[in-house]
């Protein structure tokens, strides 16, 4: 009797739309694809990628370059899973490692369409997840050949077409944002065009920078390399918060190594390249291929290269923390504040007339969240029950059922009722409801949504005047920009001068504005060219209450 070999195989179908879901956005397979292409540049010519959405039914998505293109034996080699990257053997530093990113069209869609051209010969191969799926034997599955080795008169390189989303709604912005801070850490000549967007890495403005050399006892395991740390004038958004790891100029992760929740960590960004990461050819990788973007915690190169810059962040995170404290006794950061506090009432103010007019009314018909967040008093809106504080509302409706078919129509009915299900224009006695960041009325978290705050930075000359965070509702004005600080010389550094809050108080209006109507336009509240007059109206009605208040002699102060 016979005994078949026990031997390791594979599920080549599974294996495929396994590796296709760690491509679960948009973002990663638009840049999987263009990655591609920029690896596949020609030597003597800068790569173009264009990526489009085109206006067809089903819409598509396509992606072209300029590159190399690909033979049909290259697309031989391109189908197989798990291969060996072709230009990794030819002794090329490039990102693709693992053989899996054929795959990532099928993370979003159902069709893969690849048109490529190399030195005048064309191929056209086709790829759907039904022929994927119906590969149940588990071996190797035919991709569909549209076009074999035509001769045509067209350049070198290559289209990708990818069709029948799962989801078709498209995030342009989200997926700019995420080529763009790729585009960063990519050293080649490349330009990327995104529906006609030209993307462009901007990295974020620094007002300082420090930069480190391991240790001794490190440099024996990661080599002699440099970390470079910067200092944001204001808190970074998510994406550029942390110190980049690259290999060889090829990014893996941003991280702050476990500082991220302390104190003006959220200024910190920076970077470090280590060769070493790529060069490791120990049983523990130091990466894996689930594109999630960190590295692995079990590679002891990783272990060694996070302490390492732990202890570096956390240094200049320290001296950041003692710098802040210092200005924060100086007497002109408390006259700041002030100028600060006159600004917030004056937006806040007008804010909350805002939510009377565009939010509050829609708790006339239903008791529910409203889009922009709502805070205008120290605990929240009074809202009737359950207080002795006057409400400028009352309850109105049928009381609330058992959740069982009722025999009574909707509606607000001709009288109050009390725990009537909406609200209508009153007098009722209520109790302020306590927002938190989740928008509930919990008493864990007291911090309130809807309120603008102002904060001074003092960045660089090159830096914006101004910048809004939409997270904290902050808008921080550049002390050192050309049109502050020339106001604040001519008033002879006196905060307290007229000329000088003409120009704050104008900047954080124009600010403010700006933020409200987007915000309102990315909600759906409003359509976006009603918002951009709107702004117009804002800036109008709010620098006639400043006028007026810098017209008011102040009140001399009590010695």
Partial sequence: MTHQSITVTSHVARDFLQNAVYFNTLPKVIWEYVSNSLDNAKDDTPVTVSVDLLPTKPKTLQIADNGIGMSRKALLQFFQMHGENVQRKKGKRVRGRFGTGKSA????????VIDTVQNGIRNVVELTRDAIENASHGG??????LVNNEVVDREDGTIVQITNFINPRFNFEQTITYIERHLGRYKSRATVIINGHNCKFREPASIRSFSFTPPPDVTKRISEIELLIKVAPTPLEKE????????????????????????????IFGEVDVPKLEDYEGAIPAFDNTRNNQLNRSNPLVIVLLGWIASEVENVRKILVEEERERKR?????????????IESILNEDFLTILDQYELARKVSAR??????????EDGEVLPEDGDEISKWQVAGHPHGKGIKGSQPPGEGATPRPGGPSLIVGT????????????????????RRGIFTIEWTEGSPDDNRSEYKKDTRTIYINLSHPQVSSALKASGGVVDSRQFKEIVYEIAVVEYALAVQYERAESEEVDPFDALFEVGSIIDRVTRKISLLLSTPSSPKNP
């Fill in 140 to 145: 190797a599955f035919p991709v569909e050949e």
């Fill in 428 to 447: 009722q006695k209520g109790s302020p409801k306590e927002i938190t960041e989740t928008g509930d009325t919990s008493k864990n978290n007291k911090k």
């Fill in 105 to 112: 069209a099928f993370g979003v869609a159902n069709t893969l």
């Fill in 240 to 267: 550029f918060n942390g110190i980049d790891i690259l290999s060889y100029g090829i990014w893996h992760e941003t991280t702050l190594a476990g500082i991220e929740n302390k104190d003006l960590a959220n200024r």
């Fill in 368 to 377: 529910k969240s409203t889009k922009l967040s709502t805070g205008p008093g």
């Fill in 330 to 342: 100086g007497e002109q950061f408390k006259r700041l504040e002030e100028r600060a506090k006159e």
